[in-house]
């Protein structure tokens, strides 16, 4: 994919699919009047659009009228979480969550306890899994939301949905799933799961960056307070002039992966297989997550007794992350890994190889090579006292 | 926001350890400190640093700074090696603040070792 | 520019700059990486990022590091006014802003009025300026923000900012400027101007849809608090993943109109000269706003005893706008242009007619003929008692 | 969201508005209400309309339904007047929803226009 990289962190951010781009660069010839404009010109952006939120729609089995554009999932879990949780504070103010959430959403629950929420943070198994026995003893008569991931950025783990969302409705209490890095990559059909809001972002499955989108479920009681104010556009939830050439790359890319969603998670899980058979006998290594389980576009693994600055750095050319990419120009270990029981070593040791459509097996064969030569330099460069 | 969290020197230093390892009848001195695990090994003639050698646990930055200091201070007289200041590889190698603690570990193991080379050249057995 | 319709809505959106479009679809290549991730991937977004940052920086004349990326006007200015009257609240709740402002701010007020702000709403005089004597008369003690935009996307009218900035500097008032149809258009120093906080968005001169920024002043007392919260990017003041590729269209952008901002001006000048000529011998016609002075781009005219709907659809093929963009899929008449003292007929009748690069004389003309003719069928339509 | 607000019809009476105008000896009524100005005429004979002639001020669907009405009602029958009701035209026009009211002031007018035939062949001038 590059002459001077191996791009192995999908999870942090995927490339544009062609298709997209060249959709994108259409938009930018004839649909790039303000869709709000009621003329031509501005009536073309709006089909673009429609027709996007249609794409979208199908992906996730939903009304094109429940979904919210916003600038990526970011801003979606910001607008699902504050949005509900403010909208309801008048009924109660508990909220549950997970901890090995990512910041988009433990960040909002920080400012909503400094607002006056109660916020109980559920702690995971060890192997990243939330007991849906645990998830239901939280919740109380005062609970109006919880938000649960779909799947791990870091780890790849899957949360049970289903079943959390059950447990949600049966307590009436509102669900949110931040699903930015399932959406495009394993099949939802929001008909069948039990989710009131579910947040995406375009750039995680071939999309653009910069645009992301908040189902809002049409039932009563699901209503969101906006955190932007502006223009009245998207009923009045959502301001500021649509980016008709984003949102129609977000529909295509939603398009694009409908049809590919079982090659691409078949292709994927071969992929992690081989990448583990190269590395799994190096001594020390183990799994941050589950290989049996969990989405098989990531695999996390830590090793003992190795630094984890340096071997990422000894993995170049691969680009791979250690934490979360959002966390990845500090340096602290990753709260997601520690929440799972890892050491602060082995958690910085940490390396998350996330894999893609275009990924290839020569490129994970090489990647596991380099993984284990890596491993073995630095030992070797290191006192025997060092553990 | 910027580019390449280590310099060419550091870079290069990295890759090319060839001063990792041990000597036979070296004096030696290892450091257990900020999570970093030193140890440099050294033999001297007649005053002067005859071999140097490392091994290290640590980030780039560190591993790279045993591998200068290695380089550097082959065939230089002993005492020079009390001159030996952090911030001086710090600042050849572009050593981020933050790291001060890190290459600190370095400066105090080279300060030992130093000691190590006086008191054996001193002693009746070197 | 199309054979289908003439585009007379530049301050609605703009089309994309081909020279922008180009730098995206590299940055889809290379520049797809997250830039949060440190890795080479990583760090070539990164650069382009700093790259963009230092384009827009050099076109406002500030420190790169005192922008920040936001997904367009609508969130800069939500985030300049919110984020610094919370931040401010301790020390007094008094805000002033102007009642012709962009539903960007104005909706951003009333949200604060119900959080317990005091929001004084000027009006500005028959040509829609603010009087600075008004202004400075307005600032009380507690005051800690004003907000008055530079160029009004209705009118084109211009407001004395350096004076209405001294005002605020003389009484410790931070100082906010939605300049979202100034940047890229008109010669903006910040080091000159006494500015706290301005808004901008990429669409509004030639750069792409859903990317804008927000300068923040390096100075003390100059702080505000974020409204979206996550990973740490943009140092606590703005979450989520960077879009490099609309960044660096955006400062792409910046660099182009920096090179012909006086060309730009000067053709905008003459192009509005010779639309004007074309109409002004309308019966009944007359200039929302003020010819002599305001931004170029835009004419808004009323014309007496016309209906304002049957006039748009009588001007097709050209794309022109009633009100603002943001109102035209409602029917209500101009807020903008009612605080200027048109009566309701006399604003529903308004067309604003927004000019750009593209824009040649012979599609003024165009224009003009057609609005001539329009009106006259329009008239010749009505019953005579019509008024 | 959704497409062009008018529908190809109302596109289509808007620009050809060949009923626009007035009559000759025709009776007419004027109506000024919602925002709206109305002026319709016609003339007839033996009980049906002859020529149909209106003026209007107001958005484009209330002009594209005069002209519909007027080209559609010209050598009717006087008393199917009575008939026409702003909902049809809404219908056939794809007029929103919003904007009943202004529809119905044709409709009312249509209703006047019906009375003054009526009163006029009665008349002995007539
Ligand atoms: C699970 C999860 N949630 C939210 C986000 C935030 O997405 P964005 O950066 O597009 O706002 C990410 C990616 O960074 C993610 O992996
Ligand atoms: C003056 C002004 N402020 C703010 C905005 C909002 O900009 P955006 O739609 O890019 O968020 C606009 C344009 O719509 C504007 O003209």
Redesign the interface.
Known sequence: M?D??I?L?YA?????DPRV?RLM?EC???G????????????KS??M??NA?AQLAALLNVDPETLIW??????S??LAIAGAARHRAHRGKHLVTLMTE???VT??F??LEKEGFEVTWLTPDESGHLDPAVFAAALRADTQLASIMYVNNETGVMQDIASLGGICREHGVLFHVDAAQAVGKIAIDLQALPVDLLSL?G?KFYG????GALYVADRPDCHIEP???????QRQIR????????IAGLGLAADIAASCLEADFAHLAALRRTLWRGIRDVEGVLINGDIDAGFPGILNVSVA?V?G??L??EL???????G???????QEPSYVLRALGRSDLLAQSAIRFSLGRPTSESEVEFAARRYRDGVAR?R????E??A | MTGDPYSPMVRQYFVRTSHAGDLPNAVSVALDQQGVHLRLAGTQENGRIQALRFRAWGCPHVIAACECFCDHYEGRPVPELSAFRAGDIMRKLSVPVEKTGRILVLEDAVRSLGRSFCDSSASPSS
């Open positions: 590059s001077d990289f791009y962190d942090a951010s995927t490339p544009v781009t660069l930018h010839e004839s790039f009047a303000n869709p709000s404009s009621n003329h031509v010109a501005g009536r709006r089909a659009i429609d939120a916003t600038s990526g999932a970011t801003e879990d910001n990512h910041k988009a960040d909002v920080g400012m972002t750039h653009p960056k910069g645009i955190i932007l104010f502006g223009g009245g556009q301001p500021g002039t649509l980016p008709a050439d984003l007794n630094e600055e340096s990422l750095l170049e050319p691969l680009c791979v992350a250690t979360s990419a959002c966390n990845s120009t500090n630095l070797d460069l290191a006192p006292a060092a």
